[in-house]
């Protein structure tokens, strides 16, 4: 099994609205990570996992919440959004070879529409 | 500062004709580079990767790429190419060790295959 799996494909959620996008790989990677890409543009960072635990938050506003409930699933929970925040969330893992991270691995994205 | 750089944001070609997408980077140490393709609606696939060793590294679907380091270069080649690559391309560089495992991406390079 070498693929990342994200659920849902398309989400669409009004700004009060909780909602939560999941992520499963079972490569064994143990280095996960949230990406945010807006249409046209590189993927930009937003949280990474390593060994379970949140390595790297790029300043993300608090109303996205990154879970790691496993080596294997990544969640990002989603309350309050705006509609800017609607984009393609990518999730991706990398194998991790004695601290020396590997290319990551992409999923194909949940698609978001905030209204 | 750390950075990359695709010269070319939008390329046109024939089918079966030749294909090259430029990427220049800036960085400190020894780069860590990679091509991702992206379909549209699509995640991102990695194309190929440069670690260290041979200068030439091949990838999937025919896909090639140079490191010149006195060029700070790593140009993206196809000597035919097909209607079906047709997508965005994203050059990254990152170190992939310690902590800081964030790839710097270029903005992009888009490619429309002409019949």
């Known amino acids: 099994d070498t693929e990342v799996t994200q659920t849902p494909k398309h989400l669409v959620m009004g700004m009060t609205n909780k909602k939560s996008l999941k992520c499963e790989q079972h490569m064994g990677h143990r280095a996960m990570y949230w990406y945010k890409q807006k249409a046209k543009k590189p993927p930009e960072l937003m949280f990474v996992y390593s060994y379970e635990k949140l390595s790297i938050n790029e300043s993300v506003p608090s109303r996205f919440s990154p879970e790691c409930p496993n080596s294997s699933l990544l969640n990002l929970h989603l309350h309050a959004l705006q509609p800017e925040d609607s984009a393609l969330y990518l999730c991706a893992s990398s194998q991790v070879d004695m601290g020396f991270v590997r290319d990551p691995y992409f999923g194909p994205g949940t698609r978001l529409l905030v209204l | 500062a750390q950075s990359v750089t695709q010269p070319d944001i939008h390329i046109t070609v024939s089918e079966g004709a030749s294909l090259e997408l430029r990427c220049n980077y800036s960085y400190g140490a020894t780069p860590y580079l990679f091509w991702y393709v992206q379909s549209p609606g699509q995640g991102l696939q990695l194309l190929l990767k440069y670690f260290s060793g041979d200068t030439l590294v091949q990838g999937i679907k025919g896909f090639e790429a140079e490191f010149k380091r006195s060029q700070s270069s790593f140009n993206l080649r196809k000597p035919s190419v097909h209607w079906s690559d047709a997508a965005e391309y994203f050059c990254?560089?990152?170190?992939?060790?310690?902590?800081?495992?964030?790839?710097?991406w270029g903005l992009g390079t888009s490619l429309a295959v002409n019949p």
């Open positions: 990254a560089v990152g170190p992939l060790t310690g902590n800081n495992r964030k790839l710097i």
